[in-house]
């Protein structure tokens, strides 16, 4: 739990009500990214996650497999910056991020950390957020301690 928000995933029946097949392939990346729903995981560390599982999986099947996720709205890929991308399962309310500029570490804040600031940057810029989330980089806790 973060902010006060629970994230719990759609579970795997939600690729097959988007009329896609579940392989077994499909399944072992799903179990991947949701097992632990607020990890971001990059395409690597899904790979070698499901590697764990079924060694002999070829990389592109995962790589396939996260874009068909992303392209089905099931999982978002978040650009973090210093070519860092990230997935994470989709979450039924939008969230965003802040990624340390020392140790990478990267967390959730949703909308209400955020206070008003739609509504500012619409008073003031006259424009208005879309759907998408923020990533704002700075330092964390730890490494302001550094």
Known sequence: MMDGHTHTPPTVVALRQRGRRVTAQRAAVWRTLTTTPDLHLSAQDVTERVRREMPHVNQSTVYRT?????????????DVGAG???FEPSHE???HHLVCESCGMLTHAHDNVLDGLAARLTETHGFALGSGEITISGRCHSCQDD
């Open 66 to 78: 996260l874009e068909t996720l992303v392209a089905e709205g099931l999982v978002r890929l978040t």
């Open 84 to 86: 860092r991308a990230l």
């Open 93 to 95: 309310h939008r969230h």
